[in-house]
């Protein structure tokens, strides 16, 4: 049955696709800081990790237990209530005089925007009436594909010119000015509650699993994907999930209702939207690295090279919310993975010699892609319920969505790292093979290859910088007295003085052709093998995303999802209903 929203306003919308904005605009917008942290804060590279990692896996751990605690004691209360730890986070991060108070700051950050997305998100669709809900549920799907994608070039920005603790601080005015207004129009008194006990049970167990996953998912690769701690961290995820249905299906007052997953079009928009970001942040991982590393741009350019994915991804999300009302799901989720495949198609073929139009050509059509997917998984994962099931479908759907992005680093991380193990043995063999054309003795040779192997195992450099090997000025000096020696060897001894002079100047003139000769080789050796390896590491980012693309092909399957059926007749729970009733 229809339903009249309790808090109908359009500003109500605006204000929290702002809240929403900050929040996951804080997921991205360290990237580009990161190097000016680490060196600021000297900070080893596991640090600077968590606090990247810190913020998405408390998200993902706490969005589901934030929504159903905002359901009983107030969703609007709730809001105010992230909004002031969001705050108080940001500017512990900006204060931060270590890297441990950094982590520690991003994860009192972070139980702020665990309470604003799913929050923000369910008063943002209530805000309007159902029969404009598609208008709610565009700008708010318009608002986390845009922030996400415009973290990184913000980031960068602020970063270049106010310094990185302002990366954070920014986020303070904009909190003030958005509570203010908060105070001004929210309905506060119109704020539904549930009458309903929490579902420690459940809250403990999801939290457990989630965190299991986030974990080996983050931590992984260094690990051994088949170490013990990572098969154990899979293993606790498998158990407290299969307890967590068990627990959840016997409870009054689950933290979630399971009917969710009753609904094919909840299912479908879940599996969209881990897809989605996964395809989505995959890039935004990999291709500031590729730019940098091998097109000579700095970080604040390849920021801003990426910059098409979320201007596009602002203009046409929209527009295909009002596409999807009128021709359904399964069309715009089709195009949608069809335009992200093109966008990895056109990756697979991204080399150093690539233009700029041609990066933001495929940033263009990738933001296409990603719009397509997310405005109608969006709109699908409200589209049968209202009241509580509303709000633990949203706060799954945040769940999910930031389970995709770990999935994304995870995924994305590791193929990178198992290509430059591989490559990493090719230049090596190319580097041996090359050494053969020096002529240097059998010691000389073994030491430019160890050399040549110091400088391609540095993870930091993607083996870009070799240095050239050269003959030594006391490896000059050797070979003279060594020549010198031997040439004086043939004559008397008490001719040799005579002819010392005369000696050493002709060997001399003779042993510096020679190191011209050899040098001339080293130099030649030098650039065959910075050649190679550039084109080796290159490729590594071409064969990584060729290697996504079936499974691209294959995510189109979850249009299947999206074929009309019969919606869940889910009523609205009014205000003091048991959720046992």
């Known amino acids: 049955m229809d339903h009249k929203s309790n808090i109908s306003s359009f500003p109500i919308l605006l204000l929290m696709c702002l809240g929403i904005f900050i929040c996951l605009l804080d997921t991205t917008?360290?990237?580009?800081?990161l190097p000016a942290i680490q060196k600021d804060l000297n900070t080893t590279l596991e640090?600077?990790?968590?606090?990247?990692?810190?913020?998405?896996m408390t998200i993902a751990v706490l969005s589901i237990p934030m929504g159903r605690l905002a359901e009983i004691y107030g969703k609007m209360k709730f809001f105010i209530i992230g909004?002031?730890?969001?705050?108080?986070?940001s500017a512990l991060c900006g204060f931060s005089e270590s890297g441990d108070m950094l982590i520690f700051a991003r994860f009192c950050q972070s139980i702020g925007a665990a309470i604003l997305v799913p929050v923000a998100t369910i008063i943002g669709i209530e805000s309007l009436p159902l029969?404009?809900?598609?208008?709610?549920?565009?700008?708010?799907?318009?608002?986390?594909?845009?922030s996400t994608a415009l973290g990184p070039s913000i980031g960068g920005l602020i970063a270049q010119n106010l310094g990185w603790s302002w990366v954070f601080f920014v986020n303070i005015p904009i909190c003030m000015v958005t509570l203010v207004i908060a105070f001004i129009i929210l309905p506060f008194k119109k704020d539904i509650r549930v009458q309903a006990k929490l579902d420690w049970a459940g809250l403990i167990l999801s939290a457990i699993g989630i965190f299991s996953l986030n974990l080996v998912l983050i931590k992984g690769n260094a690990w051994g994907w088949t170490s013990f701690v990572s098969l154990l961290c899979f293993l606790i995820f498998v158990?407290?999930?299969?307890?967590?249905?068990?627990?959840?299906?016997?409870s009054q007052n689950p933290m979630v209702n399971l009917n969710l997953f009753k609904d094919r079009l909840y299912v479908g928009a879940t599996l969209a939207v881990s897809t989605g970001y996964l395809f989505l942040v995959g890039v935004m991982v990999l291709l500031p690295q590729f730019l940098t590393n091998f097109q000579e741009k700095t970080e604040l350019q390849a920021a801003l090279l990426i910059t098409p994915i979320s201007v596009t991804i602002f203009i046409v999300v929209n527009f295909v919310g009002f596409l999807v009302k009128k021709i359904g799901y399964v069309i715009p989720i089709i195009i949608g993975y069809l335009a992200v495949a093109t966008s990895y198609f056109q990756l697979a073929h991204l080399n150093t010699s690539s233009t700029v139009s041609e990066i933001i050509v495929i940033g263009i059509t990738l933001g296409v892609g990603f719009s397509f997917i997310i405005s109608p998984a969006t709109m699908a994962s409200v589209s049968s319920f209202e009241g509580e099931m509303l709000t633990a479908s949203q706060s799954v759907f945040t769940m999910l969505r930031q389970i995709g992005v770990v999935l994304a680093v995870a995924i994305f991380v590791s193929s990178i790292t198992h290509e430059v193990e591989s490559k990493k043995q090719n230049v090596i063999s190319y580097a041996k093979e090359q050494t053969q054309d020096i002529n240097v003795s059998p010691e000389k040779r073994l030491e430019i290859i160890e050399n040549t192997k110091v400088r391609i195992s540095s993870e930091s450099t993607f083996g870009k910088v070799i240095e050239q090997p050269k003959v030594s000025v006391s490896e000059r000096q050797d070979l003279i007295d060594k020549n010198v020696e031997n040439s004086l060897s043939h004559y008397p001894s008490a001719a040799q003085e005579k002819v010392k002079k005369q000696i050493t100047d002709q060997?001399?003139?003779?042993?510096?052709?020679?190191?011209?000769?050899?040098?001339r080789e080293l130099k030649n050796y030098t650039d065959n093998v910075i050649s190679y390896t550039r084109d080796e590491f290159s490729s590594i980012f071409s064969t990584v995303f060729s290697h996504a693309l079936p499974y691209i092909f294959?995510?189109?399957?979850?249009?299947?999802?999206y074929r009309k059926n019969k919606k869940l007749k889910i009523n609205r729970i009014k205000e003091g209903t048991d959720l046992g009733e």
């Open 29 to 33: 917008i360290m990237n580009i800081a």
């Open 47 to 56: 640090t600077s990790s968590w606090m990247l990692n810190t913020y998405t």
């Open 83 to 89: 909004l002031i730890i969001f705050a108080g986070g």
């Open 131 to 146: 029969n404009k809900r598609h208008i709610s549920l565009s700008l708010l799907g318009a608002t986390q594909g845009l």
């Open 239 to 250: 158990i407290t999930l299969i307890t967590f249905i068990i627990v959840e299906k016997n």
């Open 507 to 519: 060997v001399t003139k003779q042993v510096d052709q020679e190191i011209l000769i050899i040098n």
């Open 554 to 561: 294959i995510s189109i399957l979850i249009s299947i999802f």
